[in-house]
Structure formats: C-alpha cells, structure tokens
C-alpha cells in the first residue's frame, strides 16, 4: 500500500540531494571506523570518536524530512552478532570509563537513584540504525532508499540523536583527563 507516491524525479532530487550524500558520506566513515579489526590505543580512538560523532549528528540534523512510501519493513542488515562485536569493542576500549550516569532517560523521572547508561550499547544503537541505513543506499533501490531516509530521519530525531549526544560527555571527559594526566606526567618528568 503507497502512503505518499512522489515522482520518481522528485525522488531521485531527495535521496541524491547534498545532504544525504554528507550524511552517506560520514555514515560510511562512522561504519567503517567502527567494522576496523585492528586495535587503536585509546587515545586514538577518543580523539577519532569525539570528531566523527559531532560531524554525524550535524549531517543527520541536515537530512531532509519525507513520508515512507512503503508500509513493508526494509530489510535488516546489522546482525545481532554484529551488534555485540560492536558493543564489545568499545567497551574494551572504554574499560571501567564504559558506565556513566544518565540524567535523559525515561526512567530517571521514575528513579530515586542515579540511571547508568553504557557508552558502547549507545555507539552499537547509533551504528545498528545507521549502518542500516547505508547498507540500503549500497543497493541503490529508489523506494527503498527513500523508506530508509525516512526511517533513519525518524529514528535520529527519536532514538540515536540522544543517545549520541548523551555519549560525547563521557567521551570528552575521557579523554580530556587522560590527557591532563599525561601532560602532569611529563611536566613532573621535566622536574626530576
């Protein structure tokens, strides 16, 4: 059943417009840091993180909003092990600097405690949608490269948007005290 039926032109003009391509561009980037099989020292991967992170939530906040075309689901590409890998290599790379506290979440409003959120589970959300997203474009399908636009819009403004910023405290705190412990370790090295 077609919810909204634009020409295919029009289409064409939306889902090929420069800010989709930005965002392809960055999402592919985001993707393919995080699919990397080698091991970055940390403050590499900090650093890495705290750039991309931002420009990616710039580029979605630019994507144009649409309507789906389509009621039938776009197929997943992100597996549950894919997921998990994901998850669990950053939080090898975060270590004990994974958990934070959480001030926007739902279950705050409810909580007498602090809510712990996990800086991996929210970079494998933001990359399970986005990687989805891109997977889609790969296969260069009109309608279906609209839905997913559609979709990764929806689930920015809804779900990873947050989530993502949410991770940038932690990461900056991270690797902003890593790096004044390293700078009082040499200047104390200077002295002896």
């Not at 039938?72 to 994974?98: C, H, Q, W």
Request: charged content about 25%; overall charge negative; aromatic content about 12%.
């Amino acid at each position: 059943m077609r919810i909204f039926a634009p020409q295919s032109k029009n289409m064409s003009n939306t889902i090929y417009s420069k800010n989709v391509i930005d965002f392809v561009t960055v999402a592919v980037e985001f993707c393919a840091f995080l699919e990397k099989e080698e091991a970055q020292p940390r403050a590499q991967w900090l650093d890495n993180m705290l750039k991309i992170l931002p420009l990616l939530y710039i580029k979605a906040s630019l994507l144009p909003e649409t309507l789906a075309i389509n009621d039938d689901e776009l197929p997943t590409f992100v597996k549950e092990s894919d997921y998990v890998r994901v998850a669990n290599r950053v939080a090898e790379i975060m270590g004990d600097e994974d958990a934070y506290l959480d001030v926007f979440v739902e279950d705050m409003k409810y909580s007498d405690t602090p809510v712990s959120a996990f800086v991996s589970e929210n970079i494998a959300d933001i990359y399970q949608d986005v990687r989805n997203f891109v997977s889609v474009y790969q296969y260069e399908l009109t309608e279906q490269m609209h839905d997913a636009l559609y979709i990764c819009v929806c689930n920015f403004r809804d779900y990873w948007g947050q989530k993502l910023v949410n991770s940038l405290r932690p990461l900056h705190a991270l690797k902003y005290s890593e790096l004044e412990t390293l700078t009082n370790e040499n200047e104390e090295d200077l002295w002896d």
